[in-house]
Each structure stands twice: as structure tokens, then as C-alpha cells.
Nanobody, 114 residues
């Protein structure tokens, strides 16, 4: 059974940073692409960043240059480093692995506010 557990969310001031983690079990992590998504209140879930099994990355325009997705295949963990956070980044962040599958974590709340 595939399980994903996100962590690292919290309250941060505008301009601050957070690092989210997604620990994956029950699947062959090293060959799976994965993605970080977010959902703000009243909005649809959106793809924030994705990383292929080979390490190729892609980002939503709204986070390019501020967020970095990475992965550690030994630890079976994916990360989302978020810098220069803005209030509009406030959302629940989810990881999805393999990307496009039905497997999601429980989400971690990120709140950017002064």
C-alpha cells in the first residue's frame, strides 16, 4: 500500500522560507515522477512543481524562481523548498506520487501572514 506523509508546513511571515517534505512508502519511489500541489480555500487544487524520475523539474509560473523541488531516492523523500513566500502562497500543500496516480498525502498547511 502506498503511503505519503507530508511535513514542514507552518506559519511564516512574507518573505520567509519553509521546506516541505514528502516521505513515500509502498512504491518504487526511484522510478516514479512526483508532484507538489496546493489548494487554497475556495480554489481548485493546482500543480506547483513536479520532478521526474531522472530529476527533471517543472514549476508553475507563480512560483518559478522562488520554489525548488528535489528528491532523495535513498530516503524515498521529496522536498519543496519555498523561499520569498507571499501571502498568496497560503494553502494546503499535498504531494502526489506517482504523479497522476490516486495516491496523495494528508496535506500540510502553509500560512504566509504578518
Amino acid at each position: 500500500q502506498v503511503q505519503l506523509v507530508e511535513s514542514g508546513g507552518g506559519l511564516v511571515q512574507p518573505g520567509g522560507s519553509l521546506r516541505l517534505s514528502c516521505a513515500v512508502s509502498g512504491t518504487i519511489f526511484s522510478i516514479a515522477a512526483m508532484g507538489w500541489y496546493r489548494q487554497a480555500p475556495g480554489k481548485q487544487r493546482e500543480l506547483v512543481a513536479a520532478i521526474s524520475s531522472g530529476g527533471s523539474t517543472s514549476y508553475a509560473d507563480s512560483v518559478k524562481g522562488r520554489f525548488t523541488i528535489s528528491r532523495d531516492n535513498v530516503k524515498k523523500t521529496a522536498y519543496l523548498q519555498m523561499n520569498s513566500l507571499k501571502p498568496e502562497d497560503t494553502a494546503v500543500y499535498y504531494c502526489n506520487a506517482p504523479k497522476g496516480s490516486a495516491y496523495w498525502g494528508q496535506g500540510t498547511q502553509v500560512t504566509v501572514s504578518s
